[in-house]
């Protein structure tokens, strides 16, 4: 079956630096990687979605300049948290799709902690 | 891992037709999530349900949560075809989300 994979699955960095989380899809290649966000106890939020070769569309009040994606390949999407802040602690899930319709695949998501 | 499976795997139905699509979890729930996939786009929130016996409802979209059946049901009432899409179950806790293995829905007007 399709299987996506993220790196780091955790990842603790301290205020004001930057994180990079890569979302890969590993038999198959993703024309859409979708990114989303959960806090504790909350829903799944979409963040952005990323296209291969092209800008990613973010969801209303998402900051972009905050939140980089970047999908440069079929099978890489990576989403950088610039200057995080403890606010920006959370889980990010990316998933995944062959083409435009077909079901998404999960990545197992990363837990990030900002100190 | 906590495993959910949904049924029926794909479910099509005339418009106007009440349906009830089902998520069941190989371990006990402390909540679960619904969401739907709308075409070519991201998931969608439906609704969270966080108590065994709790229900509730959006427009015409009621979700129920049974944790002694470790289970929990989708009904839409009078479906349009805006219903149409893939609809998934989501468990898990703050360090980890388990999907379920979704339920494509098809109306037909």
């Known amino acids: 079956g399709a299987v996506v994979s993220q790196h780091p699955s955790r990842v603790i960095c301290k205020s004001g630096t930057s994180v990079k989380i890569e979302c890969r899809s590993l038999d198959f290649q993703a024309t859409t990687m979708f990114w989303y966000r959960q806090f504790p106890k909350q829903s799944l939020m979409l963040m952005a979605t990323s296209n291969e070769g092209s800008k990613a569309t973010y969801e209303q009040g998402v900051e972009k300049d905050k939140f980089l994606i970047n999908h440069a390949s079929l099978t890489l999407s990576t989403l950088t948290v610039t200057s995080a802040h403890p606010e920006d602690s959370s889980f990010y899930i990316c998933?995944?799709?062959?083409?435009?319709?077909?079901?998404?695949?999960f990545g197992p998501g990363t837990r990030l902690t900002v100190t | 891992s906590q495993e959910l499976e949904q049924s029926p795997q794909s479910l099509i139905v005339q418009e106007g037709k009440n349906l009830t699509i089902n998520c069941t979890s190989s371990?006990?729930?402390?909540?679960l999530y619904w969401y739907k996939q709308k075409y070519g786009e991201g998931l969608i929130f439906l609704m969270m349900l966080q108590k065994g016996g709790e229900e509730k409802s959006h427009e015409k979209i009621t979700a129920k949560l049974d944790e002694k059946k470790q289970q929990s049901s989708l009904h839409i009432t009078a479906s349009q075809p805006s219903h149409a899409g893939i609809y998934l179950c989501g468990a898990g806790g703050a360090n980890n989300l388990f999907f379920g293995t979704g339920t494509r829905l098809t109306v037909i007007p």
């Open positions: 998933s995944a799709t062959p083409s435009v319709g077909d079901e998404q695949y």
């Open positions: 371990k006990t729930l402390y909540g």
